[in-house]
């Protein structure tokens, strides 16, 4: 009977053992997901207590902060409209998004140091205090795009190459957070979905933009293509289906067919890199991954390995068939050909500071991604300038600088294309890369061009 | 005569000097749980604005003050009972009495009430109980009081949570499902002792199967039948699987057989699946256990708001009173724990599992020691019986079993859990001193 007490301990002991494993996996696994859930309400609950930090700009200017009046607080967001989807908003009934939920323990003071300093402030009936955000992103630059995006449908990132610091993140139409108790229902029901943010989680064919990946899987798989001449008769024939060009553009080398758009030699580029190589370079460049920028971003996607077919190839070596990406995504791409083929982990937020201004995480550049070599760079950036220079980017020149650039209009279901403009600059030195997108608006060498370049002198011009 | 005398003093000088020593670790270990207690009752005291800070200051140190005495009793009567069960009960009662303040000064102050009451039974018990072997003579007695007192509910009990199984008695309410399971523990102690053998070898076989004679399993299967009527009348899910369970384990260590362990799950996995389509209450539980969320607005709420709370508290938890554990409907009661897990973090949920573990292992070694089969099942029934009502609304409120409404031994707010839980934990006490086991 003794032998059976013992193994009735041993199950109880056992029993309760499990239940400690349990309760492990619940709070440090499963923890943070429960705490952020939007059910649960400690967060507002906490809110009411604490002076909710403020988040800043690369210059100081704050776009989200707390006005205390009559002991009662509302958040305000200076900014309004044009910084709505990267920033944000905290409210009772409608929940949180952007980087105000993002850096929600750090702006309300819960993490590290200033959890025990309110713990005190509590205890003596103190004000509890958050910390603040300072982001990377510019106002002015960020005020500039939405000026030109101007209430139509689109995005425009401006980021540095060298860094992965993003100066612009724009997405058009938008909204007022400092309005959303009154507009919220018409929110929900626009068919436009002011709610998105286009420049992460858009999801568009990159249309001749993404000819720059093409020609780095071309490279890779065939150095010679560099010096190589192909003949654009006006169309190719791939599988028996007839590819028809946009113009007949004759005898060109990479760099002019670059310039030019030609989408015959790009398409039997496409094939020439196979399936494999096209795939293994697409994942190079991150498309099909989230960009990890600290908010919400949506992975690429294109056809499965098995069904990337010669005529499905050649029509995703021009951006279209069934390739989707973002206008992040892109400006990423077209940051990796400035940044000799390194991707910078791309990032908004610069500094975040506990209650008393000490800083406590602080973004270092690092390395993302190596999406090519400097020697396919290097060609293609010589396509790229050769394309603002002489070619379909000429609207995208800046006086006193060199650009460098690719256009891309692409075909979609919904109309007209997609105007897209993706580029860098200066090309000798590339401080900035951008990326353009404009919904349904046409060319990208009319409409979205244009904006790019005045972008970059504005950027320029502010000292980036 | 002489050397008698010598005799005699020299036997006074060391029971005087046993006594002096007495329950040393005993004293120490309340010590440590005294100043534990103060200073959370401190925290409060800083914290709340008003008087009520101070009343949970002074239910502090009444409630601190109450141990040493019932110690103090003990030593200076020379109780052998082991060492560490006090003190172990003492730091979870005393960990419930300031969560208690903290969620609701009122529940705080009426348990700090029946704390004190707990402490008084607990002496009575130890007192009164101290020759327990005479509690073998009355086993039908307890088999019928139980039953009644477990019934009355059924008529005249009132609904709460859920659950019919309270008496109104207007200044207070009666649970007697707390007290009844000491009387289960009791009866099948005495009833296995007498029918072991019998039970063990079977009497009569039926195809390769030896069974026992009717007179010694119907009273077995009776019991059964109590969980069931708990289950279905009361619908008590958790004090049902409780009193199973126990039923089950003591069968198991009386018998050594654990056919009748399988069986009898057998059984209770049939009428729990035969309920399941029976009962809407027993389905909606299980629903709202696989899948919570599409239930958050009605059944499921309750249950994400724990696992919220939980998930909240992370390694160190937010801090005393730094939490929003009263975001948990009935936090106080059944929920305790999901509030310990919110502001002590895992840290703190984890202790308070480590406290029920090391209960349940000095319990069994109080089992292990005695000299006698009824001592050491009504020992192992009883530790058994509360370290299965702990792990099952621990794992309910952690949502890693259905979720059945009982108190945490201890912990929770409630007058007859805790008088009854202090009675239980006077008996595991008096076998132990019978056993003569001290530290």
């Not at chain 1, 060199?402 to 294309?417: E, I, L, R, Y």
């Not at chain 2, 059984?267 to 729990?272: E, K, N, Q, R, S």
């Not at chain 2, 058994?384 to 108190?407: D, N, Y």
Request: hydrophobic share 50%; charged share 15%.
């Amino acid at each position: 009977m003794k032998q059976n007490i013992l193994k009735l301990g041993y199950l109880l002991l056992g029993l309760l053992s499990v239940l400690v494993i349990y309760l492990s996996y619940m709070q440090m696994f499963r923890g943070p997901a429960l705490a952020d859930n939007p059910y649960n309400h400690r967060f507002q609950e906490y809110e009411a207590q604490v002076r909710r930090g403020t988040i800043y700009d690369t210059k100081g200017v704050a776009l989200a902060r707390s006005d205390y009046s009559q002991n009662k607080s509302k958040r305000v967001y200076p900014a309004g409209q044009n910084t709505a989807q990267v920033v944000g908003y905290i409210n009772e009934l409608y929940g949180r998004s952007g980087l105000e939920s993002a850096y929600d323990r750090n702006l309300l003071g819960m993490e590290g140091a200033d959890r025990f300093r309110n713990l005190i402030n509590k205890l003596l009936g103190r004000e509890q205090l958050g910390g603040d955000v300072t982001l990377t992103l510019d106002s002015a630059l960020q005020r500039l795009a939405m000026d030109m995006l101007g209430g139509r449908r689109g995005a425009v990132v401006l980021l540095d190459p060298r860094t992965g610091a993003v100066r612009v993140m724009a997405s058009s139409p938008s909204y007022d957070p400092n309005r959303l108790e009154d507009i919220w229902p018409q929110l929900l029901q626009d068919t436009q979905k002011p709610l998105i943010n286009r420049a992460t989680q858009g999801a568009y064919p990159p249309g001749s933009t993404f000819k720059i990946v093409t020609a780095a899987a071309a490279l890779a798989t065939d150095p010679s293509l560099a010096q190589k001449n192909f003949e654009c008769p006006g169309y190719l024939v791939v599988d028996g289906y007839k590819l028809n060009d946009t113009a007949v553009h004759g005898e060109v080398d990479l760099t002019r067919a670059m310039a030019v758009s030609c989408n015959t030699t790009f398409a039997q580029l496409g094939v020439t890199a196979g399936a494999d190589g096209f795939q293994r370079t697409v994942k190079a460049f991150g498309l099909l991954q989230e960009p990890p920028v600290g908010i919400p971003a949506r992975a690429g996607t294109m056809a499965a390995a098995g069904s990337l077919i010669p005529t499905e190839l050649a029509s995703s070596a021009i951006g279209q068939g069934k390739i989707l990406v973002s206008p992040l995504q892109m400006a990423l791409s077209a940051a990796a050909i400035a940044n000799k083929g390194i991707i910078m982990q791309p990032y908004l937020v610069d500094t975040v500071k506990d209650s008393l201004g000490t800083t406590v995480e602080s973004q270092v550049a690092r390395t993302w991604l190596t999406a090519t070599t400097p020697e396919i760079a290097l060609k293609i950036k010589e396509g790229m300038v050769s394309a603002v220079k002489n070619g379909t980017a000429q609207a995208a020149a800046v006086s006193g600088m060199q650009v460098a650039g690719k256009t891309g209009s692409a075909q979609n279901p919904q109309g007209q294309s997609h105007a897209w403009f993706i580029g860098f600059a200066p090309s000798d030195q590339p401080r900035l890369a951008v990326a353009v997108i404009l919904e349904n608006a046409g060319s990208g060498g009319t409409v979205a061009a244009p904006v790019a370049g005045s972008l970059l002198a504005a950027a320029v011009a502010a000292g980036y | 005569m002489n050397s008698v005398g010598h005799k005699r003093s020299g036997q006074l000088f060391s029971t005087f000097a046993s006594i002096s020593r007495n329950r040393m670790v005993e004293r120490k270990l309340l010590f440590l749980t005294g100043v534990y207690t103060l200073i959370g009752m401190l925290v409060l005291f800083l914290a709340m604005p008003g008087s009520t800070g101070l009343i949970a200051l002074e239910a502090g140190l009444a409630a601190v003050a109450g141990f040493f005495l019932v110690h103090i009793y003990w030593h200076f009567t020379g109780f052998r009972g082991d060492c560490l069960l006090l003190p172990l009960t003492a730091v979870l009662t005393a960990t419930g009495l300031v969560f208690l303040f903290r969620l609701n000064p009122a529940y705080g102050m009426r348990q700090s009430i029946w704390l004190l009451v707990a402490l008084v039974a607990l002496l009575l018990t130890t007192r009164l109980l101290k020759d327990f072997r005479f509690l073998d003579d009355y086993k039908y007695i307890y088999a019928l009081v139980g039953l009644i007192a477990l019934v009355l509910p059924i008529f005249f009990g009132k609904e709460e949570g859920g659950a019919k199984s309270w008496l109104d008695f207007g200044l207070f309410q009666f649970q007697p499902s707390e007290f009844v399971k000491i009387l289960v523990v009791l009866f099948l102690a005495s009833f296995l002792d007498e029918n072991k053998e019998a039970l063990a070898a079977g009497t009569r076989s039926v195809g390769w199967l030896n069974i026992p004679s009717p007179q010694e399993w119907v009273p077995l299967v009776a019991m059964w039948g109590v969980s069931l009527l708990l289950l279905v009348f009361q619908r008590d899910l958790g004090t049902a699987l409780i009193y199973f369970g126990t039923f089950l384990a003591m069968v198991y260590v009386a018998t050594s057989r654990i056919f009748y362990a399988v069986f009898g799950m057998g059984l209770f996995l049939t009428g729990a699946s035969a309920s399941y389509f029976l009962f809407d209450h027993v389905r909606t539980r299980v629903e709202t256990w696989i899948n919570p969320w599409p239930l958050i607005d009605t059944t499921g709420y309750q249950i994400i708001q724990s696992i919220f709370a939980i998930g909240s508290g992370g390694v160190t938890g937010t801090g005393l009173g730094q939490g929003f554990p009263t975001l948990i409907p009935a936090v106080h009661t059944d929920f305790i724990f999901a509030a310990i897990c919110e502001e002590m973090g895992l840290a703190g949920g984890v202790s308070i599992i480590l406290l029920f573990m090391i209960f349940v292992y000095r319990g069994m070694k109080v089992a292990l020691k005695t000299k006698d089969d009824f001592a050491s099942l009504a020992a192992a029934g009883l530790t058994a019986i509360l370290g299965l009502q702990a792990f099952i609304i621990l794992a309910g409120v952690t949502k890693m079993l259905p979720l059945t409404g009982v108190t945490l031994p201890y912990m929770s707010y409630g007058g007859s859990s805790l008088v009854a839980n202090f009675i239980l934990l006077g008996l595991l006490l008096n076998i132990s001193h019978e056993a003569g086991s001290r530290l």
